[in-house]
């Protein structure tokens, strides 16, 4: 009651409702890889939830302070106050070391969920036209959550972080001409410089997280407005989405999910350690430890360091360091690379008009082959960021790793490009419906060149109006003071449900034109009946109510059978 | 004696450890990672029993004979195949023989850690019987120590090689540093004084009795479970585990339950 009249003298001060009908009536395709962006958008909110509490208790300075507390081994020492906020907060605050584990895997689950998400929009072509800035906006955020990982990292200053810092730094300042400019200018002064962790710390909780949901906000508001793509299949089209409703069909699947991210990122908060940054001990610009990672998200730039000889390269007469390339270059180029990738493939593949249907990931051998080199090379660099752990493991020396992973990384992406270029070929050419099932045959067939006029081009003919389509049409019927239609295409036994009611019969028709152009529209007298439930769940159905009915038969039998004998002390009605 | 293996003798693996870490390589390097190299039954595992009439030093002299001269020769001389022993000590020989490296098996490049071969009364007349060639550190004493100060000496001298979590890193030439998580407080004593295989020597000049004692204290408290406060340590092998982590179990789990979410709505 409250809560309806509240909603209502809202409405009529701000005039949401239309707004929000809309919004409520979003569709969403059914297909589970639209949910992986979701595992990221909810991760984040896990870290912000989480980051708060850690920011009552953080003291990001690196000024003298005595440690206090229950950590033996540092109890009386003298440490920055930074180093010694986040001990306390892994020993001695209430539910902290909960909270502080549980936003590093939330860290580390939300790039994870960003890059897989990444992969599905690469892979499905989503970034086509008219979706580019979405894909724009995407990878900013991916560079964005990068950055800020690192700086959530290094704030402890716990020796681990510092060495990561520093050779971040050392990268920095390879730069040519500008390097040792641009670090003096970050860090106020030399490496370890007293300003370096107030800084991390304002970039870590106030300006990325900040543009971070102003940028999600962006790209949730561009889904919205663009729509979502879908995959091909029947009833779909480039004109329409086929899918649950937002509320409360999608609401529900979403809730879910939510908690399942926060399922899992709890249960590993508590259950499996991670960053014990007291075992580290307190950064000192002296001491090392080995072995020694950073976050698997920036192992690989780690990995490209460890992976690149010690050359002495001169450009116009300077030597350039060594960290320049693997650091500067390579960071540079994969970005670049990532953000041109869909102006790249319009102008190469000469595709310009938009899309809304999704390739499967076969329709594009080349894209195919490209995005498996590239993800292989970067694997092979977050594993050489391991080499000492593994040198370890396998008791091989170092530098014999080192050189292999050398040629592995040169090896290997073009092997696993090559190879998944033929297998999409492959596939796409023959008619296996998935990896298995492909035959030599096939396998031969892809390895030949394309004969001009087979799939490609079938594929890029524009979808026009199709006069008659045998079996599919669209319903409309009255209902109540409202219109409804649907499609059906019943050989292929899909009946799809429009989402909006509309107020005329005329506006019923023009929208099912606008999703289904060209298909027959015909009156009905009432809504369709609902589809019959599946067998199992009707079978389920049945047994669950009979067990019901049995076991409640039970109970009162029993209940009768007490009360006659006259009870036995705990009898219901005994006095 | 029976056949010996060294994955069995490798307690610092924790089960929980072992999932982890069997995933780790696996995933890097294949099956072949786990095809730990098997060390031949040491020659003198057969040794005959302690006889009681010789006295030990006869019997320190036998068991070396027997043992250890065929590499480090008759007088400790040394060999082709084996240092000189003159002037190492009993330090050296206690530690050697009691982290189960001496007598090493075959050809490998640096002797492991393992089951002692021999007795600790055989160990003792060995030792014996190394001392007796000269010079070198004694058996250090040990007493408890400082934590606070064991850390910050652990941390300055010992961590770059052993790793701040003591798991242990490799050096050079398939050298490594091994994990610390099996060495008594006397065996770390012995290895600060004597610095065997690659390891340096930290002689009193450098780090004085009582500064020893702190870092055996501390040495043997970072083996303690209760300083993983936060759960499955996963090796402590750090940034890296924990990623595998990450990606396989956690992201396993969403993906799937994505999927899961998914399906039930297709219905
Ligand atoms: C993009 C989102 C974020 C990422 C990727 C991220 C990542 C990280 C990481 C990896 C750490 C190191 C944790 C550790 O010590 O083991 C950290 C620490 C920290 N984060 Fe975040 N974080 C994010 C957002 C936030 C937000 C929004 C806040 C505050 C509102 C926050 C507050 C903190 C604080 C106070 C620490 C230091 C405490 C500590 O290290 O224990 N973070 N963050």
């Known amino acids: 009651m409250i809560l309806d009249r509240l909603a209502r003298a809202v409405d009529d001060r701000l005039r949401l409702s239309p707004l929000t009908r809309k919004a409520l009536a979003k569709v969403f395709p059914d297909h589970w890889s639209f949910m992986l962006g979701e595992i990221a958008l909810y991760s984040f909110v896990a870290l912000i939830l989480t980051g708060v509490y850690l920011t009552l208790f953080f003291d990001a300075s690196s000024a003298d302070r005595v440690y206090h507390g229950a950590y033996a081994p540092l109890d009386g020492t003298t440490t920055s106050a930074a180093y010694a906020s986040t001990v306390r907060l892994s020993w001695d605050v209430r539910a902290g070391l909960l909270i502080r584990q549980t936003h590093h895997w939330s860290a580390l689950i939300f790039v994870a969920a960003i890059l897989v998400h990444l992969v599905r929009i690469f892979f499905t072509g989503a970034f086509r036209k008219p979706r580019e800035l979405n894909w724009l906006v995407g990878v900013t955020m991916l560079l964005l959550a990068l950055a800020n990982g690192f700086t959530g990292y290094s704030m402890p200053d716990d020796l681990l972080s510092g060495l990561g810092l520093r050779i971040i730094v050392s990268v920095v300042e390879s730069v040519p001409l500008v390097g040792s400019w641009l670090v003096a200018l970050g860090l106020g002064g030399e490496f370890p410089s007293d300003e370096m962790i107030p800084r991390l710390f304002v970039t870590h909780v106030l300006l990325v997280p900040a543009v971070l949901v102003a940028l999600v906000s962006v790209h949730l508001a561009m889904v919205v407005r663009q729509k979502h793509s879908q995959f091909p299949g029947p009833g779909r089209t480039e004109h329409n989405v086929v899918g649950a409703r937002f509320y409360p069909n999608y609401t529900l699947r979403s809730v879910a999910l939510f908690l399942w991210v926060l399922a899992v990122l709890f249960a590993l908060g508590g259950l499996v350690q991670i960053n014990p940054v007291w075992l580290y001990g307190p950064f000192a610009p002296a001491q090392s430890t080995s072995p020694a990672q950073p976050d698997w998200y920036v192992a690989w730039g780690d990995g490209a360091l460890r992976l690149f000889p010690p050359w002495e390269i001169h450009i116009a007469g300077h030597l350039v360091p060594a960290p320049f390339f693997p650091g500067v270059v390579l960071g540079g180029v994969t970005f670049l690379a990532l953000y041109a990738w869909p102006f790249l493939e319009r102008w190469c593949g000469g595709d310009r008009r938009a899309h809304q249907l999704l390739d499967r990931p076969r329709d594009h051998p080349v894209r195919m082959g490209v995005g498996v080199m590239a993800l292989t090379f970067f694997a092979v660099l977050v594993v050489t960021a391991g080499d000492d752990i593994l040198a370890r493991l396998l008791r091989v020396p170092v530098y014999d790793l080192l050189n292999l992973l050398r040629v592995l990384v040169l090896v290997l992406p073009v092997l696993a490009g090559a190879l998944a270029f033929l297998l999409a070929r492959a596939l796409r050419r023959g008619d296996a419906a998935r990896l298995g099932e492909l035959t030599r045959a096939d396998l031969r067939a892809a390895r030949q060149p394309a004969d001009r006029g087979d799939a490609e081009a079938a594929a890029d003919e524009p979808e026009l109006p199709a006069p008659d389509r045998p079996g599919e049409r669209v319903e409309l019927w009255p209902d109540g003071d409202v219109w409804r239609w649907r499609y059906r295409d019943e050989p292929a036994g899909v009946a799809i449900l429009s989402n909006r009611a509309v107020l005329t019969e005329q506006e019923a028709a023009e929208s099912a034109r606008l999703a289904y152009p060209g298909v027959d529209h015909v009156l009905v007298p009432g809504p369709p009946p609902p589809p019959l439930p599946g067998r199992v769940r009707t079978a389920l159905r049945r047994w669950g109510n009979r067990a019901l009915g049995v076991s409640l038969l039970v109970a009162a039998l029993r209940q009768r059978r007490d009360r006659r004998r006259g009870g036995h002390g705990d009898g219901p009605d005994r006095r | ?267």
């Open chain 2, 1 to 267: 004696m029976g056949v010996r293996t060294y994955r069995s003798t490798r307690r610092w693996w924790h089960p929980g450890r072992t999932v982890v870490l069997g995933a780790a390589l696996a995933l890097a390097a294949g099956p072949a990672a786990l095809a730990a190299p098997v060390a031949p039954t040491p020659s003198g595992s057969a040794a005959p029993a302690p006889n009681g009439t010789a006295s030990t030093g006869a019997r320190g002299e036998e068991l070396f004979r027997q043992n250890c001269a065929s590499c480090h020769g008759q007088q400790g001389q040394g060999s082709q195949r084996g240092p000189s022993l003159v002037g190492v000590g009993p330090a050296s020989a206690d530690f050697q023989l009691s982290t189960g490296r001496m007598p090493i098996a075959g050809e490998i490049p640096q002797p492991r850690r393992g089951e002692p071969v021999f007795s600790a009364e055989e160990i003792a007349a060995l030792v014996d019987h190394v001392a007796s060639f000269g010079g070198g550190p004694q058996i250090p004493r040990v007493q408890p120590g400082s934590l606070t100060a064991g850390r910050a000496l652990y941390a300055a001298n010992c961590a770059p090689c052993h790793g701040a979590a003591g798991t242990g890193a490799p050096l050079t030439n398939g050298w490594i540093a091994p994990p610390l998580y099996d060495a008594t407080p006397v065996q770390v004593a012995e290895a600060i004084r004597v610095g065997p295989g690659l390891m340096p020597v930290f002689p009193s000049q450098v780090l004085t009795d009582e500064q020893v004692n702190d870092l055996t204290t501390y040495v043997r408290r970072l083996r303690a479970e209760h300083l993983d406060r936060g759960g499955n340590p996963l090796g402590r092998l750090g940034p890296l585990a924990e990623g595998l982590v990450a990606w396989i179990v956690a992201l396993g789990l969403l993906v799937a339950a994505a999927r899961w979410l998914g399906q039930r709505a297709g219905e």
